[in-house]
């Protein structure tokens, strides 16, 4: 029946409905930093969640329930910055979505950027355009962590 709606079309609504700026962007790295410290001290857990395909095939509203059942300590810390766990997912999305357009416009993708572009609010990629050089400091951080060996 076509009316019935898949959860991915709820995703991409929340996603485009989502307005990133310099506070939201904030929190996101506030409360990024403090779910990764978790996820380390929590790896096995962690793990098994990402690893499991019902996992990797769900929607964010049922990602974020996912997580909050197996990972509430972590989870729990979003609170502190002002998220919840489904915020926090959306809000992830909607910066990974306007990159991707921001460095396809770069690279002169214009078709495929402005196709990519309608997902995504435009306020939110307006800030992500002007803040475009932080944004790629903050995931090179990011990834120079991930690859750094647990100094325990």
């Not at 990972?71 to 502190?80: E, G, I, R, S």
């Not at 915020?87 to 690279?107: C, D, G, H, P, T």
């Amino acid at each position: 029946m076509l009316s019935a709606q898949k959860p991915e079309d709820q995703d991409e609504k929340d996603v485009k409905a989502y307005i990133l700026n310099e506070d939201k962007f904030k929190q996101l790295t506030a409360s990024y930093s403090d779910v990764a410290a978790c996820r380390k001290q929590n790896r096995e857990v962690w793990a098994q969640l990402t690893a499991d395909p019902s996992y990797a095939d769900a929607a964010l509203t049922e990602k974020a329930k996912m997580l909050d059942a197996k990972v509430p300590q972590c989870t729990a810390l979003l609170k502190k910055h002002g998220m919840d766990t489904h915020e926090y997912l959306v809000a992830i999305e909607a910066l990974n979505q306007a990159s991707s357009v921001v460095m396809m416009r770069k690279r002169n993708m214009t078709v495929p950027a402005a196709k990519a572009a309608e997902g995504v609010s435009p306020a939110t990629m307006s800030f992500v355009e002007s803040h475009y050089e932080e944004i790629e400091k903050w995931r090179q951080s990011i990834r120079a962590q991930a690859q750094q060996p647990n100094g325990n």
